[in-house]
């Protein structure tokens, strides 16, 4: 065993504009180890392995494969220095067979031959190595997820490489399917190869992983053995909240009845605001809903509800589905199978502005206003279902928009963006308003100080489902919640109960 690590990084680190998405990160990667990395949405963890991999250019530190200074080559380059990699989407050559795509790397790789016969014939035993032989003379379009995942490998294995990198090689795999890739990778790793994986299934992470590196913000929070990492208090805290590793300690049936005056004095604002006829109402009914992007099924038979005037929080790790999930429900997504009803309306299969017009509002990740124009103008394009929306309704919800009307967004902060966009659902006056990872990219004060504002639109007359990275803060303010777990939903029921579950934990970090 070489005493030169197979991959150094020094400081290494990229910004986009103001954001850092890496940041000074440092690591020693030992040959024949493997190193499992994790982290919470924008930690950087794929911005991390394109710096590595040359698909993007560091502005700080640098890459050292065996020894060798390869910061900012080109990806080719690092090929050859047998270096490969997966990526989160699958992208074959769709006009070559399973087979002849495979021969691609070995022709070009770093032993790479000028014979097609030889190539052809290497590409075989790769294909056999990763079990999907029989398919080698199949279009990659005819491949189920799972073996166009193991198509993945075959192509990064004809490179023959020193350094495998996996990025979110479970993606999309039902738990069945799972463990025979973690199988693969443990036959890698008795080689002698050294793997780095990103991944976001911690059952994987746990079987597989010599050492955890946790990133988080684009910095390095921690690294060590995978049990010890993922039970520490920073890590729990990255993942699950800034108050919930001692919160989640503290809360028993005792604390969680303390809550109960508080969500009886929210319940009963919401009654006094609320229509007879509609405090009973279960205002949004999803029964086995099943969706997805393209072959990649991501929900599996979802079902939720969400009544009049109720804030419904729906937590769980990354790619657990709960983006997607609403997504479907705004018609973005197509539904495979289910159903979606809304106020007594089937609204399954329906188009977006009709999901519009009916009343449900929808908050996307990453906020996706318009930057260059002011907050009035983003403000006025959200009202567009009912003109006759009163800016200053929702300035009485955000007061520090009031004094920005006329700022553009794209100069604004991050909270007062999340702000704007909140504010900007609510201009259609919708009976049902759906919030995308309000906490992301925000300070905690900051974070607080937002979900103070939904018992409020909750209020108003407004029902809201909140996915939320946050998961104190998420469970605090709703008064039901659901926890989704590769595409299924895992737990359900009252939010301050779940809050000191313990299974919550373990469904994130994979231990309890």
């Not at 159903?339 to 089937?346: A, H, N, R």
């Not at 009916?358 to 103008?377: A, C, N, Q, W, Y």
């Not at 939010?495 to 000191?500: C, R």
Request: net charge positive.
């Amino acid at each position: 065993m070489s005493a030169v690590p197979v991959l150094e990084t020094r400081g290494l680190g990229i910004r986009f504009g103001g954001l850092k998405a890496v940041d000074d990160v440092s690591l020693s990667v030992p040959e024949g180890l493997t190193l499992g990395v994790i982290g919470p949405n924008g930690a950087g963890k794929s911005t991390f392995i394109n710096l590595v991999t040359g698909h993007l250019k560091p502005t700080s530190g640098t890459v050292l494969v065996d020894g060798r200074d390869l910061t900012g080559v080109k990806p080719w380059v690092i090929a050859k220095a047998r270096v490969a990699r997966t990526f989160q989407i699958v992208k074959p050559f769709r006009g070559m067979t399973v087979r002849e795509n495979v021969a691609v790397g070995v022709l070009y790789g770093p032993d790479g031959t000028g014979r097609m016969s030889t190539a052809l014939k290497q590409a075989d035993e790769i294909l056999a190595e990763v079990g999907i032989f029989e398919l080698g003379d199949r279009p990659p379009g005819e491949l189920s997820v799972a073996d166009a995942r193991r198509l993945e490998f075959a192509k990064a294995l004809a490179l023959k490489p020193r350094l495998l990198l996996l990025d979110e090689v479970m993606a999309g795999l039902r738990p069945g399917e799972i463990e025979p890739s973690l199988q693969l990778i443990r036959d890698l790793k008795a080689r002698g190869m050294t793997i780095i994986v990103v991944e976001h299934v911690m059952k994987a992470i746990l079987a597989v992983s010599d050492e955890v590196l946790v990133l988080n913000a684009g910095q390095r929070l921690m690294l060590g053995p995978p049990r010890e990492v993922l039970s520490d208090p920073q890590v729990i805290e990255a993942y699950l909240g800034h108050k919930y590793a001692t919160r989640a300690a503290q809360l028993s049936e005792a604390a969680s009845a303390a809550l109960a005056p508080t969500r009886q004095r929210q319940r009963q604002r919401r009654k006094r605001s609320t229509s007879p006829r509609r405090r009973w109402l279960r205002m949004l009914e999803v029964k086995g809903v099943c969706a997805g992007y393209g072959r990649v099924q991501v929900l599996w038979d979802v079902d939720l509800t969400v009544s009049a005037n109720e804030i419904v929080a729906l937590v769980g790790p990354n790619g657990a589905g709960k983006t997607t999930l609403l997504r479907a429900l705004s018609g973005m997504v197509p539904i495979r199978d289910g159903s979606v009803t809304f106020l007594g309306e089937d609204i399954t299969g329906r188009s977006i502005e009709r999901i519009v017009d009916l009343g449900i509002s929808h908050v996307p990740e990453g906020r996706r206003l318009f930057p260059g124009l002011t907050v009035k103008d983003n403000l006025r394009l959200g009202g567009w279902r009912n003109r006759n929306t009163d800016i200053d309704r929702v300035i009485d919800l955000f007061p520090k928009l009031g004094d920005r009307l006329s700022q553009v967004t794209g100069s604004m902060s991050g909270g007062e963006q999340q702000m704007c966009a909140i504010a900007r659902g609510l201009m259609g006056k919708p009976d049902l308003i759906m919030i995308d990872e309000l906490s992301m990219g925000l300070a905690p004060v900051i974070v607080e100080e937002i979900i103070g504002r939904l018992a409020d639109i909750a209020a108003s007359g407004t029902a809201v489902l909140l996915v939320e990275q946050d998961v104190d803060a998420a469970l605090t303010v709703a008064e039901r919640a659901y926890v989704m777990e590769t595409g299924r939903v895992v737990m359900s029921g009252n939010a301050g109960v779940l809050l000191a579950d313990p299974r919550i934990q373990q469904s994130y970090l994979g231990i309890a």
